[in-house]
């Protein structure tokens, strides 16, 4: 059976689609912020002299990144309200189970990052007369950066693709809004293809500028080299 492709219909639902959009780039960046925060710290915290500290780290990468995305989401969204009595907002939801879910990789891309620099950078800073804190975000953290830009790039993209998980939970994310369309129009062929492609399009910016920032870095590393 033949298909008569007609995109026309979209036009109308151009509103709706570019909130959804909008709804995922939000969702997507709150995640990148709060996952790559979490994620440091629970790499710290790996590194950390205390064995009872590293241990924490080490058990909760390792429940976080044994346990599906869409579980965490449900478990925060069905569960939790039952246990508390209360039902949190779908946006704030999805913002924390996925934060918690790629902080756990966040946690080991970063915690590679501490291990490539030379722990002589360290005591190079203390020689200098600069703090702990001083020589870790003037000396350390960008060290840390460069060597795991590549790896960070690609769990960026990665959030993005889980972000559409929050459709089953009936956040309004582009996945969901593209459904809604779908279901109205009774034409799923056009509309998720229009979809997949808006998506492409976005992931595609995101590796682009990912690539940008990798350049970057890496041009300064060849400038401190010289």
Request: hydrophobic content about 50%; proline content about 4%.
């Amino acid at each position: 059976m033949r298909h008569t492709w007609d995109f026309s219909f979209l036009v109308h639902y151009l509103l709706p689609l570019g909130r959804g959009l909008m709804n995922t780039i939000c969702l997507s960046g709150v995640v990148m912020v709060a996952g790559f925060t979490l994620g440091l710290l629970a790499a710290i915290a790996a590194m950390s002299p205390l064995r009872t500290v590293r241990m924490a780290s080490a058990a909760y990468v390792e429940l976080l990144r044994n346990v599906p995305a869409l579980v965490i989401l449900f478990l925060f969204f069905y569960v939790i309200p039952v246990l508390t009595g209360f039902q949190n907002d779908r946006f704030l939801t999805a913002c924390v189970a996925f934060s918690l879910y790629t902080s756990a990789y966040f946690c080991e891309i970063l915690r590679g990052g501490f291990l490539a620099v030379d722990p002589g950078q360290w005591e190079g800073g203390q020689a200098l007369g600069l703090s702990r804190a001083g020589i870790f975000c003037w000396i350390i953290a960008p060290q840390i950066i460069r060597a795991a830009m590549p790896s960070l790039a690609n769990e960026a993209i990665e959030i993005v693709k889980i972000s559409t998980v929050a459709s089953t939970i009936a956040f309004p994310e582009f996945l969901y809004q593209t459904k809604i369309v779908s279901d109205i129009e009774y034409r799923p062929i056009e509309t998720y293809t229009a979809s997949a492609i808006v998506m492409t399009i976005l992931i595609l910016t995101l590796t682009w500028v990912s690539r940008i920032a990798a350049r970057h870095f890496a041009g300064h590393r060849r400038k401190e080299r010289e």
